[in-house]
C-alpha cells in the first residue's frame, strides 16, 4: 500500500516537473514569436540596413528617422565596460569568500551579496545619480557626469552579485581531492587555488560571465537615470543612450511607426542576448570536450 502511495506521488512529481519545463518552453517561444510578428514590419519598412546602421534617431521630426546604431553601439560598449570591471573584482571576491576568508568573515560578505542582488534596480540609479554623476564630473573635470562612464560603474556594481554567487558555488563545488593532491604535491595554497580550482570551476564561472552580461544588456532603469539617456554615437564622456533605455523611454508616447520601431529595437536586444548565450554555451561545451 505504502510502495503504490509513493509510485503515486512520484508519478505526479514527474508529471508537474515535466509541466513546468513544457511551460517554460511555451513561455520563451510565445516571447520569441511575439517579437517577431511585432518587430518585423517596422524593420521591413524603414529598411534593414537603415535600421541597423543609421545614426540618427528623430522619430518625431518632420521627416522621420529609425537608426539605432548609436543605441546598439553604446549597449556593446556600456556591457563590455561592465563585464571588464566586474567580473575580475567578482571572481576573485567569489574565491575570497570560498577559500580564504574566515567563516564569520565569508558569511557576512555572502550576506552583503545577497541583500546586494535584492537592492531595486531604481535604487542603483538613484544612488548613481546622487554619488556617482557628481563624483564623474567632478574627478575629471567634465560639464555633465551623465555619461557613458558612469553607466558602466553603475552596470558593473550592478553584476557582481550574480557574478560572486555562481562563482563562489562553483568554485565550492570542485572536489576536495584536486586541492589536497596538489598541497601533497608542494604547492602553496595560492597556487593550488589559482591554477587547480578555479580551472577547475571555470564553467560555473562562465555561467557567471553569462548572467553578468545579461543583466547588464538588459538592464533599463539604472543606466537611464546615469547615461543622459541621449540618442548620441558613444563617447566615454558623452551623454548616451542604451537599447533598453530606448524603449523604456519612449513606449509611453509613441504610435504608429515610432511604436513599431521600439518593438524592432526590443527584438534586436533579444537576439543579441540569445546570440551572446549561444556563443559563451558553446564556448564552455567545447573547453569540456
Known amino acids: ?8 506521488i512520484e508519478k505526479l512529481m514527474n508529471t508537474f516537473f515535466v509541466v513546468c519545463g513544457i511551460a517554460a518552453l511555451a513561455f520563451v517561444i510565445i516571447i520569441t514569436a511575439f517579437l517577431l ?3 518585423i514590419p517596422a524593420i521591413k519598412e524603414i529598411g534593414f540596413v537603415k535600421f541597423i546602421c543609421g545614426e540618427a534617431w528623430k522619430p518625431t521630426a518632420a521627416e522621420p528617422m529609425y537608426g539605432i546604431l548609436p543605441f546598439i553601439s553604446t549597449s556593446v560598449f556600456g556591457t563590455l565596460g561592465a563585464i571588464i570591471i566586474g567580473v575580475p573584482i567578482g571572481v576573485l571576491s567569489a574565491i575570497y569568500i570560498a577559500k580564504a576568508a574566515p567563516k564569520k568573515c565569508g558569511t557576512a560578505l555572502k550576506s552583503a551579496v545577497e541583500l546586494l542582488a535584492g537592492i531595486p534596480s531604481v535604487v542603483y540609479g538613484l544612488v548613481g545619480m546622487i554619488v556617482i554623476v557628481p563624483f564623474v564630473r567632478e574627478i575629471f573635470n567634465i560639464p555633465d557626469g551623465a555619461n557613458l562612464f558612469s553607466a558602466i560603474i553603475v552596470l558593473s556594481i ?43 570551476a571555470k564553467s560555473g564561472i562562465m555561467t557567471s560571465v553569462v548572467l553578468g552580461i545579461g543583466r547588464a544588456i538588459g538592464e533599463a532603469m539604472a543606466v537611464m537615470m546615469v547615461s543622459g539617456n541621449a540618442s548620441n554615437m558613444p563617447k566615454l564622456f558623452g551623454s548616451v543612450r542604451f537599447l533598453t ?9 509613441s504610435s504608429g511607426l515610432h511604436r513599431d520601431a521600439l518593438f524592432s ?13 549561444l556563443i559563451l554555451n558553446f564556448g564552455i561545451k567545447e573547453k569540456k570536450r
Do not use: D, H, Q, W
Request: proline share 4%; glycine share 4%; aromatic share 6%.
Open 245 to 253: 533605455t530606448a524603449v523604456a523611454s519612449e513606449m509611453s508616447y
Open 158 to 200: 550592478m553584476i557582481l552579485p550574480s557574478v560572486i554567487s555562481v562563482s563562489e558555488t562553483a568554485i565550492k563545488a570542485v572536489p576536495k581531492e584536486y586541492e589536497e593532491g596538489s598541497l601533497a604535491l608542494g604547492a602553496t595554497k595560492t597556487e593550488t587555488t589559482f591554477k587547480i580550482v578555479v580551472p577547475a
Open 265 to 277: 529595437i526590443a527584438l534586436v536586444l533579444f537576439i543579441f542576448i540569445l546570440i551572446i548565450n
Open 37 to 39: 510578428v511585432s518587430g
Open 1 to 8: 500500500m505504502r510502495k503504490s502511495r509513493l509510485k503515486v
